[in-house]
């Protein structure tokens, strides 16, 4: 079992920058990856970036590129999401998650911080 705790959500105007932080415990010696989706009111939980542990290899969604950066911090066994230039539109609940198996399913998932972009 993997545990994922989230930190750092909140309130931010359009423009401004936020950093999250997600702190894995458990069996981490065998997780492959970890990343963050988002869920906004109404909508469809969707892929927001991804990293691979042992390589650093990132992966984005298009909506996000160039204003999001995603990092694992090795010491701290956690992986954080560096957001600048947010929009109204990336509101949303942002949730941790790991998986063990490249492509495989995202397995194990935080309870999700809130993200609020006022314009």
């Known amino acids: 079992q993997v545990q994922l705790v989230e930190s750092g959500g909140g309130l931010v105007q359009a423009g401004g920058s936020l950093r999250l932080s997600c702190a894995a415990s458990?069996?981490?010696?065998?997780?492959?990856?970890m990343g963050w989706f988002r869920q906004a009111p109404g909508k469809e939980r969707e892929f927001v970036a991804s990293?691979?542990?042992?390589?650093?290899?990132?992966a984005y969604a298009d909506s996000v590129k160039g204003r999001f950066t995603i990092s694992r911090d090795n010491a701290k066994n956690a992986v954080n999401l560096q957001m600048n230039s947010l929009k109204p539109e990336d509101t949303a609940i942002y949730y941790c998650t790991a998986r063990m198996v490249l492509g495989g399913p995202w397995g194990y998932w935080g309870q999700g911080t809130q993200v609020t972009v006022s314009s």
């Open positions: 458990g069996r981490t010696f065998s997780r492959y990856g």
């Open positions: 990293i691979s542990w042992s390589v650093g290899t990132t």
